[in-house]
């Protein structure tokens, strides 16, 4: 036969052998009070230690559904941001033309084994200051039988000579690739020529989402047909080849997204690219310096009228 005792049972039978106890030996009841409150204290922490415990465990749960939730609200801002960005370039786009151009194999850089070096120049951002441009290939020696001259973008607006910034570029053989100002002036002149339905050849016409302004109109008009039409035929991105140990040497106006390859790139941020925000490219000056979030396998160098 099995005797259940419950714990209000156990505490009476306690009581009554203390009170068989004699009297020296029976506790006091002061101390029986201060054991009783004793082990109600230590019930109440182990039960707020409990509470504690669950109500960090729910905010770690809740904490990492939150990183969650944003990390995928910043990854749809991001490629939404792409796909706004897209939409209304390729208003202006021709799906046919080259985005990514190969730089031809004959003007890479020797070293001259037979005594002759050929150098590849690149300059960026002229501006429209044709004097400067050319004070500036007289200072490098600039010899066009044995150098070739990349331009990196806005070659035209804010200064006094555009167009013979162009002709100058058209006469050196250059190898332009497209900026943003180049790239508004072109928005500018179809609207003006109503031609934003009509390509031909190997031209592109604008893929700018951002509004010119009356300069850009002005600036538009004073390049003419021709000059515009050369422009057209710029790629958004050159390819100029493998340098060893420099890896492959890319050219673009503004910058790259590393993420994802040259044809797949975002062409209106590679003209005007600036800075990081949320994992964002922006063409605002908020945020990280893209070049300051490269893996390490990728590295740039700015290019400025200063640099040669």
């Known amino acids: 036969m099995t005797v259940m005792i419950t714990d209000e049972k156990r505490s009476s039978l306690s009581e009554a052998n203390d009170l068989l106890l004699p009297k020296y030996q029976q506790p006091d009841k002061k101390s029986l009070l201060a054991s009783h409150h004793e082990e109600k204290r230590c019930k109440w922490r182990m039960s707020r230690q409990k509470f504690f415990i669950y109500v960090i465990i729910l905010l770690v749960f809740w904490i990492g559904y939150l990183v969650l ?50 150098r590849l120049i690149m300059i960026g951002d002229i501006h429209g200051m044709k004097n400067e441009m050319e004070n500036l290939l007289n200072k490098i020696k600039f010899n066009l039988t044995r150098d070739h001259l990349i331009l990196v973008g806005d070659l035209v607006a804010k200064g006094p000579d555009s167009a013979g910034v162009v002709d100058l570029a058209m006469k050196l053989g250059a190898t332009c690739v497209r900026g943003n100002h180049e790239d508004q002036v072109i928005q500018a002149w179809d609207d003006m020529q109503g031609e934003n339905e009509i390509l031909t050849g190997n031209q592109r016409s604008s893929i700018s989402s951002k509004p010119y302004d009356k300069k850009h109109k002005h600036l538009a008009q004073s390049l003419g047909k021709e000059r515009i039409d050369w422009i057209k035929t710029w790629p958004i991105i050159l390819r100029v080849g493998d340098f060893g140990s420099m890896g492959e040497v890319v050219v673009a106006h503004a910058g790259l997204n590393s993420d994802i390859s040259l044809e797949e790139q975002d ?42």
Do not use: Q
Not at 70 to 91: E, I, Q
Not at 274 to 281: N, Q
Not at 285 to 304: A, C, D, Q, R, Y
């Open 267 to 308: 062409l209106y941020m590679v003209m005007n690219m600036r800075s990081i925000k949320h994992g964002v490219y922006t063409d605002k000056h908020e945020g990280k310096v893209w070049t300051k979030v490269l893996p390490i396998p990728f590295s740039t160098f700015t290019l400025n009228s200063n640099y040669y």
């Open 69 to 118: 939730i944003y990390d995928g609200a910043m990854l749809l801002t991001k490629y939404s941001s792409m796909n706004s960005h897209c939409a209304d370039c390729h208003s202006y786009y021709d799906p046919n033309a080259a985005d990514v151009m190969d730089l031809p194999s004959e003007y890479l850089p020797t070293s001259g084994v037979d005594g002759e070096t050929r």
